[in-house]
């Protein structure tokens, strides 16, 4: 985000600048050399800062540098604050595509090619130009940056070591994040967020503060809010982004919060209606089984029944044999009478 110029604390941060005299003098009379932004820093932080590890070793001395000229050449303030707001801009631009150091490269050459057209045009004038057109030249020289996977964009952009202040991200909407077939995104919008999220500021359809846009985290929705000119700075939103492989940006996903909880809603009816249906079924199985238990309970008795009714299956039968042997018992009883008298 381009910052506001002039800072009101600019004396203060002058004061803390080694040299700060002279170093003014170099820059309102376009002497400045883009190679010593870092001076503009306190001393606690300039010798890092002239190693321009970071975009923020130069955009905020860049801001300095241009409320000074603001601050001194008062008669064309308009102008300098106009092209400084435009630059800072057409920077994070490149900074987004490319790889840093390349365009810090493009920034060196770029500043001195503009500081080179105002001490040309003198001091009584400053084109209006100035800062605000990119030279399309030194854009051809820059590379692309490499396409890095989901993994590596996950690491980078959630680094602790230097802390991010702009990413680009890629707002994503949906209506019901629990449908049954998986969720499905129906719109679509490329959005820079600089230090703060501000609903205001993301574009359509998600500008529209009447719909209540919230973020989803996961199954819920995350519990900050950017409505009514409330920031969600930019730490808080790095731990919502997802990543999909092949994916150029990080996705933001968001819903309208009643579509959040009518579809949340829709969900716990769903898991009661298989709540239930799985217990109807529980009770299925349980009743069958008893069928099947008490049906083998009852055929494990079928042999014992069986064989009684084998052992009495004729009884008048059984009687008369039972007689005959008995008439039989006696007829031998006789014999064995006669044949002992006899002798």
């Known amino acids: 985000m381009a910052p506001e110029l002039p800072p009101a604390d600019l004396q203060l941060v002058l004061s803390k600048i080694k040299n700060s005299e002279s170093l003014i003098v170099s820059i ?9 932004l870092y001076k503009l820093c306190p001393p606690d932080v300039s010798e890092e800062a002239s190693l321009y590890k970071t975009p923020s070793s130069v955009l905020i001395p860049l801001e300095v540098y241009f409320a000074i000229l603001s601050e001194y050449l008062g008669s064309f303030s308009q102008f300098i604050i106009k092209g400084a707001l ?59 940056t490499p396409e890095l996977d989901a993994s590596a964009q996950l690491k980078i952009i959630r680094s602790t070591e230097n802390p991010i202040q702009v990413i680009t991200v890629m707002l994503r909407g949906t209506f019901d994040p629990f449908a049954d077939d998986g969720i499905k995104y129906y719109c679509y919008a490329k959005h820079k967020i600089s230090k703060s999220l501000l609903w205001l500021h993301v574009p359509h359809p998600f500008n529209n503060v009447s719909f209540n846009w919230k973020i989803l985290n996961g199954d819920c929705l995350h519990g900050g809010t950017t409505n009514n000119g409330t920031e969600l700075p930019i730490s808080e939103v790095i731990p919502l982004l997802t990543f999909e492989p092949g994916g150029k940006y990080p996705f933001l996903t968001l819903i309208m919060s009643d579509h959040f909880y009518t579809s949340r809603e829709m969900l716990y009816g769903r898991k009661r209606e298989k709540a239930y249906r799985e217990e109807m079924n529980r009770q299925a199985e349980a009743r069958a089984q008893w069928k099947a238990e008490r ?49």
């Open 28 to 36: 309102i009379t376009y002497q400045f050399p883009a190679r010593d």
């Open 86 to 144: 435009a630059y800072f801009k057409h920077l994070q631009d490149l900074i987004d595509e490319y790889e840093w150091s390349r365009v810090f490269e493009y920034h060196c050459a770029y500043f001195d090619q503009q500081v080179d057209k105002l001490r040309s045009a003198g001091p009584l004038h400053y084109p209006i130009e100035i800062w605000v057109t990119p030279d399309y030249q030194l854009m051809g020289q820059l590379d692309p």
């Open 295 to 343: 049906n083998a309970y009852f055929k494990s008795l079928l042999p014992r029944v069986l064989g009684i009714f084998r052992i009495n299956r004729n009884p008048l039968s059984s009687a008369k044999s039972t007689a005959e042997s008995s008439l039989y018992k006696c007829d031998s009883t006789d014999k064995n009478s006669k044949e002992v008298s006899c002798v």
